[in-house]
Nanobody, 122 residues
Framework: QVQLVESGGGLVQAGGSLRLSCAASGRTFSSYYMGWFRQAPGKEREFVAGISWTGGSTYYADSVKGRFTISRDNAKNTVYLQMISLNSEDTAVYYC???????????????WGKGTLVTVSS
């Protein structure tokens, strides 16, 4: 069982940056592949980035490549999403999720946080 709590969202101007955090409870955090998703109003939830349990493999949606960086600290049971060069299309609720393998399909994830809102003003 893993419980996930996101933080770090907020209002930022276009071109700005934010770092999201996802704190996990449970002693098996380091066993999980972790993903970040986002859901904008009226849109489906979409994959943003993912990281393997060692941190050695990372995956990104084309829309965020070069701007977002996912990382994890297994000693702190935390996964991060560093976001730079934000634009209005990045406005969404951001969720972290846990799974045992890489997948971009939200329904394949076992555990979800409640999300943190990122609003980018133009």
């Amino acid at each position: 069982q893993v419980q996930l709590v996101e933080s770090g969202g907020g209002l930022v101007q276009a071109g700005g940056s934010l770092r999201l955090s996802c704190a996990a409870s449970g002693r098996t955090f380091s066993s999980y592949y972790m993903g970040w998703f986002r859901q904008a109003p009226g849109k489906e939830r979409e994959f943003v980035a993912g990281i393997s349990w060692t941190g050695g493999s990372t995956y990104y949606a084309d829309s965020v490549k070069g701007r977002f960086t996912i990382s994890r600290d297994n000693a702190k049971n935390t996964v991060y999403l560093q976001m730079i060069s934000l634009n209005s299309e990045d406005t969404a609720v951001y969720y972290c999720a846990a799974n045992f393998r890489h997948t971009v399909v939200p329904g394949h994830y076992d555990y979800w946080g409640k999300g943190t809102l990122v609003t980018v003003s133009s």
